[in-house]
């Protein structure tokens, strides 16, 4: 089977952006399913830096086709500023590359301004959110109000749509959080310049997906965020708004599941967590602060710092049962050197019972005390390491105790952020 996808195993920023990258040069289409741009890929070849945000991170390989599934949320103000940027670096030349599904949602001003509006009456109980109006666009489509990129090209259609829109979450916005609702004209005319040049883009991408799978072409599916921050697996409310786990393939592109074989989850090797909410194996200060400097642990879509700490073994071991995990990718192992000892939870204490899986009460989690295992740490730089024997022991010990406490066999290490720093085990495409 050529269909193989990816997704986070902790809560978001694993890396999968760089192990997309690798994966998609030996891939015929990658697929967005769900998420918008509240994501963020750092992509570095060479010196160059480039970060998307809901374009596939195949879009470095030219012969590579990018599609945003009908799952996606797409802010056509982003994408139209995310499509020129990488053509002004060289990138999206032909536009047969990028394919934007016309199921998809759109995002309005309106709903980032409510996100941002939320957030901030909500003060010290705030979710944290990226504010880019994620929540309030899937609030809309699950209230069959929503607005979708097909409606963009029926503009009486479209208009009246906005209208309600502007009327229904206005109320809201002015009544509620003392903000002022765009109106419908001017709405209108920003999000037709959009439909312009967003057109040649547009199609329906579940079709092709189907056809492509047909051909036996490979085709790679990119989560975005992660297992934890599933709207129902993770850990609610403080999760994103869509599901995350390999089954939204399903649903978010159009794909029938007998088509999804395998699965790679991508996990650090310590954990991070940007946003509020529990993560039982925090650190703060000390090893924590360590983690967050060496590893460069600042979100790639809005800059916050992110909290750190050590792996969870229960968090990812969830996520491989949840999503199916046919292998696992270690990312930043090189970020662990010179911590002695490390440590892994491998269960949780909560008020005395043992937990072997994340409790479901967001209460009972943020009381939930890690058991943990230590291993002995290693100092060495990792950096220059291809292969499993160039590492220390100590680390392959480390990897060896990860892949046991999941169960799922690891095929990807990666030691560094350049295309080339990474340790590969196994072909994903092949387990
Ligand atoms: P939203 O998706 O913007 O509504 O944010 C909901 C929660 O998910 C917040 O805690 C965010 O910090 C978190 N989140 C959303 N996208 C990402 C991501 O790509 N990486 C990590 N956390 C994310």
Redesign the pocket.
């Known amino acids: 089977m050529s269909v193989l996808v990816i997704v986070g195993a902790q809560?978001?920023?694993e890396g999968k952006g760089k192990v997309v990258d690798r994966f998609a040069a030996h891939a015929d289409v990658v697929v967005r399913f769900m998420?918008g741009n509240?994501?963020?890929h750092t992509l570095v070849v060479g010196n160059e830096k480039t970060v998307v945000h809901l374009i596939p991170a195949g879009v470095l390989h030219p012969q590579t086709i990018c599609v945003l599934g009908n799952g996606v949320v797409i802010d056509p103000k982003v994408l139209c500023e995310e499509v020129e940027g990488l053509q002004k670096r060289g990138y999206l030349t032909d536009p047969a590359q990028l394919r934007i599904d016309e199921r998809a949602h759109l995002i309005l001003p309106i709903h980032r301004m409510l996100?941002q509006a939320r957030e901030r009456s909500l003060g010290e109980r705030s979710?944290?959110?990226?504010?880019?109006g994620?929540?309030p666009a899937y609030e809309d489509k699950a209230a069959r109000r929503g607005l979708r990129v097909i409606d963009l090209f029926d503009e009486k259609y479209f208009r009246e749509g906005v209208e309600r829109i502007v009327a229904e979450r206005g109320l809201v916005l002015e009544k509620l959080y003392g903000g002022t609702a765009p109106t419908a004209d001017a709405i209108c005319e920003e999000y037709a310049v959009y439909r312009d040049r967003l057109g040649p883009y547009v199609t329906d991408t579940s079709s092709l997906v189907a056809d492509k799978i047909a051909a036996g072409r490979r085709v790679l599916f990119e989560g975005?965020?992660?297992a934890m921050?599933d709207i129902d697996h993770g850990t609610y409310p403080?999760?994103?708004?869509s599901n995350t786990v390999a089954g939204a393939v399903g649903t978010g592109a159009g794909v029938a599941p007998r088509h999804i074989g395998r699965v790679l989850g991508i996990s650090k090797s310590y954990t991070t967590?940007?946003?509020?909410?529990p993560f039982p194996t925090e650190l703060e200060g000390g090893v924590g602060a360590k983690l967050r400097e060496v590893g460069g642990e600042f979100?790639a879509?809005t800059g916050r710092p992110r909290r750190c700490g050590w792996f969870d073994a229960v968090v990812v071991r969830q996520a491989a049962r949840l999503s199916g995990l046919s292998g696992l990718a270690i990312t930043k192992l090189d970020v662990l050197s010179g911590i002695h000892p490390l440590k892994i939870a491998v269960a949780y204490d909560c008020e005395g019972v043992r937990y072997d899986r994340v409790p479901s009460g967001v209460r009972s989690l943020a009381r939930a005390r890690p058991i943990y295992e230590e291993l002995d740490g290693w100092d060495e730089d990792l950096g220059a390491a291809r292969r499993v024997e160039d590492l220390p022991a100590a680390a392959r010990r480390y990897v060896s105790r990860i892949e046991e406490l999941i169960g799922t066999p690891v095929t990807l290490i990666s030691v560094g952020a350049e295309r080339e720093e990474t340790i590969l085990l196994r072909d994903p495409f092949l387990l």
């Open positions: 809560w978001g920023d998420g509240n994501a963020g996100d979710l944290g959110t990226t504010g880019r994620i929540g975005a965020q992660a921050l403080f999760v994103t708004s967590r940007v946003g509020a909410g979100g879509t």
